[in-house]
Nanobody, 125 residues
Framework: QVQLAESGGGSVQAGGSLRLSCVAS????????MGWFRQAPGKERERVAAMWTGGGNIHYADSVKGRFAISISQDDAKNTLYLQMNSLRPEDTSMYYCAAWRSWACAARDPVDYWGKGTLVTISS
């Protein structure tokens, strides 16, 4: 079992930056994929970025390539996933969710095993 807790959301103006964090605790000794998803009201959920906790297999949605960067830090007990978001746009406004799933390739079609509760990002023009 993996527990995920996001933080770092907030409100910024267009062109600004935010960094989201997600602490994963529980059964984190094995390698798996982690990623960020977002969903705005009335829109489908979109996978923003994903990576394998062993490093590599990094994927980005076309809408965020060149602006967002996913990374991970690891200590003995837990993984912390980050999403650095730069050059933010009003269309990036959404609830952002951290996710984890048992996979190596981190393919877009992989089912997600664990979800965080989300953190809200609001970008004003």
């Amino acid at each position: 079992q993996v527990q995920l807790a996001e933080s770092g959301g907030g409100s910024v103006q267009a062109g600004g930056s935010l960094r989201l964090s997600c602490v994963a605790s529980g059964s984190t000794t094995s390698r798996y994929c982690m990623g960020w998803f977002r969903q705005a009201p009335g829109k489908e959920r979109e996978r923003v970025a994903a990576m394998w906790t062993g490093g590599g297999n990094i994927h980005y949605a076309d809408s965020v390539k060149g602006r967002f960067a996913i990374s991970i830090s690891q200590d003995d007990a837990k993984n912390t996933l980050y999403l650095q978001m730069n050059s933010l746009r009003p269309e990036d406004t959404s609830m952002y969710y951290c996710a984890a799933w048992r996979s190596w390739a981190c393919a877009a079609r992989d089912p997600v095993d664990y979800w965080g509760k989300g953190t809200l990002v609001t970008i004003s023009s």
